[in-house]
């Protein structure tokens, strides 16, 4: 466990911290004027390696070597020239800190840091940190990692070991594919509907373009339900019909052995450390080969050993013997479309989107978007 303090003074700024990997949806903007939750767990952090945030340089300013040696292959909208490593921790883990009132600003409903961090250390005025929690975006605290210092907490190292796979199946738990989403300032009481989830549509995003580079240009089968609502409509709009497709499969902890037929696999990522789940090593086995499809570990999760629907909550307690009869959430009333931006930022910092077929797929995003493929 650690805690975070000021660079400046010293003074404590977070309560006791917990590592673990990034979200994906960390950057997502979803909808408009949609109101998110908040993004991490209480009690934990992540660490972008990427730098994040003002001052923002356009692609045309960017020579290509640079670019390719910060890992992206392909245009992007703008690079950021902030420092690389942002923390990220949810709101109430904050402790120390004042708004910087002349950077409070945001783009509708809060706070966008789009000026910069917006919070600083109450003991010395020291910028640390940009609180953001505008419309459309996850609440967060994103801490700067040159304005803070990373301190271990003296005998709190019991979770310093992360859960093998096996914990993580019994204790870990799957994200709902819908999930009901709130607009900010409703006038006449709640306004919310049921939709599919933001973090399913980032996930999807990331997903879709490691499928594309793992198909090399031929076609791409997933399994039939949520999984082929999710991925198919996406892959037969963008990959080219024919013979000879190649077969994706969900594999992973506690799931049947690959077949040899499968030629890519969808796997879980640890949600503590950030490692893509493997099969266990077996130079002969089918899956020796294969391609490795990421998946955050709650959906992959609800993909693997799907669940009726998402839990209702109910009052009182219910007899063992009695069928709940609860009635099914209500469905989404559109096609699911993967989150076009997660797609955008996945692909372009794959090697392979140097390749001209996938260079076309970008450079034609905002058609496929109008086509209700994103």
């Known amino acids: 466990m650690f805690v975070f303090a000021c660079a400046g003074c010293g003074a404590r700024l977070t309560t006791r911290l917990s590592e673990v990997a990034l979200p994906v949806h960390a950057h997502q903007k979803y909808g408009n004027g949609t109101q998110l939750p908040v993004l991490m767990e209480s009690g934990t952090f992540a660490v972008d390696p990427e730098p994040w945030g003002p001052p923002w340089r356009r692609w045309a300013d960017i020579e290509p070597d640079e670019a390719a040696a910060r890992g992206i292959y392909a245009p992007v909208h703008a690079l950021s020239d902030s420092a690389p490593g942002a923390i990220v921790i949810a709101p109430g883990d904050i402790r120390g800190t004042l708004l910087i009132l002349e950077r409070s600003g945001g783009y509708c409903c809060g706070l966008d840091a789009a000026d910069g961090p917006n919070m600083a250390c109450e003991a010395c005025g020291l910028p640390v940190a940009s609180r953001i929690d505008d419309c459309s975006l996850w609440q967060a605290v994103w801490l700067a990692p040159n304005a803070v210092r990373r301190c271990p907490v003296d005998g709190a190292d019991a979770d310093a070991v992360p859960l093998s796979w096996e914990e ?189 077929w996938l260079r076309d797929i970008l450079e034609n995003l905002t058609q496929h978007m109008r086509a209700g493929v994103f």
Do not use: C, K
Not at 177 to 184: N, S
Not at 189 to 205: D, F, I, L, M, T
Not at 314 to 340: C, K, N, Y
């Open 168 to 356: 993580l199946m019994a204790e870990g738990s799957s994200t709902p594919p819908f999930e009901p989403i709130a607009r900010w300032g409703a006038r006449l009481g709640p306004n919310h509907w049921w939709s599919w989830s933001p973090q399913w549509e980032a996930a999807a995003g990331q997903a879709l373009a490691h499928l594309l580079v793992a198909s090399e240009g031929r076609p791409v089968t997933v399994p039939n339900g949520l999984t082929g609502e999710v991925f198919q409509r996406a892959l037969d709009a963008l990959l080219p019909a024919g013979p000879h497709a190649r077969r994706a499969v969900l594999a992973g902890p506690e799931r049947p052995a690959v077949g040899a037929d499968a030629d890519i696999l969808l796997v879980p990522i640890h949600p503590q450390t950030g490692e893509t789940w493997a099969a266990p090593a077996d130079p002969a086995g089918p899956a020796a080969s294969v391609h490795l499809v990421p998946l955050p570990f709650g959906v992959w999760l609800w993909l693997a050993f799907p669940e009726p629907y998402p839990p209702v909550p109910a009052s009182g307690v219910m007899p063992g013997d009695v069928l709940r009869d609860d009635p099914p959430i209500p469905r989404p009333r559109h096609a699911f479309r993967a989150d076009p931006e997660t797609f955008r930022h996945t692909l372009a910092r794959l090697p392979a989107v140097r390749s001209a």
